[in-house]
């Protein structure tokens, strides 16, 4: 995959019309993002779509109110333990690209590369293309009150704010942090107003809907399966700052701070969330909303009800740009390394930012909008990111033994590692017992990535003309773009 060949590389003094370049004029990512901005990222990643799609997945599945509940508290305990171990991770192996540097160090470069390959061609994309088309459908409830919105529009919706949001990435980091940072605002006051209004519900009395919380539950182990899948979706992102690893400010401090802060603001404002949609909404108009939150504000808000689809579409803004903020590293990351084309790891000369890689991925998700079924949509990214989650997890654990001298800055119990993967192993099991398709997909697009591995990167001799080729794309790619390797080691 890699351009071994290209030994004629343009570097970094031949474009040197950069104004952003660092003193010594070398060209690469910098340390922009301290703690506020780490904060922005997670909860700007995990407070997106979810908590306004996955409500009506977790209650159908599980069957009551309060087993929903204890589900959705399942997550948030789920992604706090899980981040424990992210954490050990990130501040030990102090590289971007968070599950694909730490799977690399364990076990080697062939299950790396299938983790970046079922990320580039699943999770990423899959999740771009989730949020683009929720944004869509609620930025168009104020234009079609009285119909659901065509899918044409949807489509077109969701593909400009993708283009969007890959320009801003394209040409500013400092850009793209602000616009995480105005949209967290948005994104966690829409959930204030929401759990507000619920709980000044309880307190006039309102609590018809709470008679018999577990009315109706489930005891089928596979419908538990689907329930806390729903909810996981929502709570996805929690690992996604260690992907940005070398462009936080003091990893060693700043990454624990930030997930310890997150995760368990983000779980108390999903719990209260949901606390406010049982209050106000029966469980037959749960189940039968198109959108949650739309139907709760035109129950609540009267008048006022377009603030929700507004803030929802803010909410989903936010997110969308902080998944491709992150998701473009993995890809630049895995090209530095070799298991991509090289051109995806070029740095702008200008604005010092993935550009090729961010384009790169723009394309990918665009393709994905082709499907505007977003529960299935969900079904592939969210198996296939479990099965990686979880042996980043184990990761931990063979490290453990492999490299005993390895500078741990946080070690975490054990406990923390073993509890995760014993949850991933359940939600893995149940959804192959119940025969999803989707999911044994999942699994044949990523066990497809061994022969491209073998050709692609084991294959060193590969013919002379490969490399020629791979040399004219590198250079057209950087007189378009302006573009450059990384000078990593004359950095500031």
Request: charged fraction near 10%; aromatic fraction near 12%; include cysteine.
């Amino acid at each position: 995959m890699a351009s071994n060949g290209g030994d004629a590389i343009v570097r970094g003094d031949t474009l040197s019309s950069s104004t952003d370049k660092s003193e010594n004029g070398a060209v690469g990512l910098k340390k922009n993002l301290g703690l506020f901005n780490g904060v922005a990222m997670v909860v700007g990643l995990v407070v997106g779509s979810g908590i306004f799609v996955s409500p009506v997945g977790v209650l159908s599945n599980s069957g009551s109110v309060g087993l929903s509940l204890i589900f959705w508290a399942i997550g948030g305990i789920t992604a706090a333990i899980g981040s424990m171990c992210y954490v050990e991770l990130g501040t030990s192996i102090q590289s971007s690209g968070g599950d694909y540097a730490y799977i690399g160090k364990a076990f080697g470069p062939v299950l790396q590369f299938m983790f970046v390959w079922a990320f580039l061609l699943i999770v990423f994309p899959i999740a771009n293309a989730i949020i683009s088309l929720i944004f869509a459908n609620y930025i168009l409830v104020p234009i079609y009150q009285d119909c659901t919105p065509p899918n044409t529009a949807v489509t077109l919706v969701a593909a400009f704010v993708i283009v969007l949001l890959s320009v801003i990435n394209c040409v500013n980091v400092t850009w793209a942090a602000r616009v995480q940072n105005v949209f967290l605002i948005m994104k966690v006051l829409a959930l204030v107003v929401i759990s507000v209004t619920g709980f000044v519900w309880i307190a006039q009395g309102k609590t018809q809907f709470w008679d018999d919380p577990w009315e109706g539950t489930s005891y089928a182990p596979v419908d538990w399966a689907r329930a806390i899948y729903s909810g996981v979706y929502s709570y996805a992102g929690w690992n996604y700052l260690n992907l940005i690893t070398e462009e936080v400010k003091s990893p060693e401090k700043t990454l624990p701070r930030a997930i310890w802060i997150s995760v368990p603001m983000i779980t108390l404002l999903y719990i209260s969330a949901n606390i406010a949609f049982f209050t106000v909404l029966s469980k037959e108009e749960m189940l039968s909303a198109d959108a949650v939150a739309v139907t709760f504000g035109n129950k609540t808000l009267g008048v006022m009800s377009w603030v929700i689809p507004i803030f929802v579409a803010c909410s989903t803004f936010g997110s969308l740009n902080g998944s491709i903020f992150t998701s473009s590293r993995l890809y630049y990351v895995a090209a530095r390394n070799g298991q991509l084309p090289e051109s995806i790891s070029y740095v702008s000369t200008k604005y010092m930012t993935p550009i090729v890689s961010l384009c790169f991925q723009m394309i990918i998700s665009l393709l994905c909008l082709i499907s505007t079924d977003i529960h299935e949509l969900i079904n592939y990214a969210t198996f296939v990111e479990t099965m990686f989650i979880g042996l980043t997890v184990a990761a931990l654990l063979y490290m453990r033994k492999k490299f005993p001298t390895l500078s741990r800055p946080l070690k975490v119990s054990l406990f923390f590692p073993i509890t995760f993967l014993l949850f991933c192993t359940f939600l893995i099991v149940m959804t192959l017992y119940e025969g999803a398709v989707s999911s044994l997909i999942g699994v044949g697009i990523c066990c497809s990535a061994i022969p491209l591995f073998v050709v692609g990167i084991a294959w060193k001799n590969k013919p002379k003309a490969y490399f020629r080729f791979m040399k004219k794309c590198n250079t057209f790619l950087q007189k378009l773009f302006l573009c450059v390797p990384e000078d990593k080691d004359n950095l500031d």
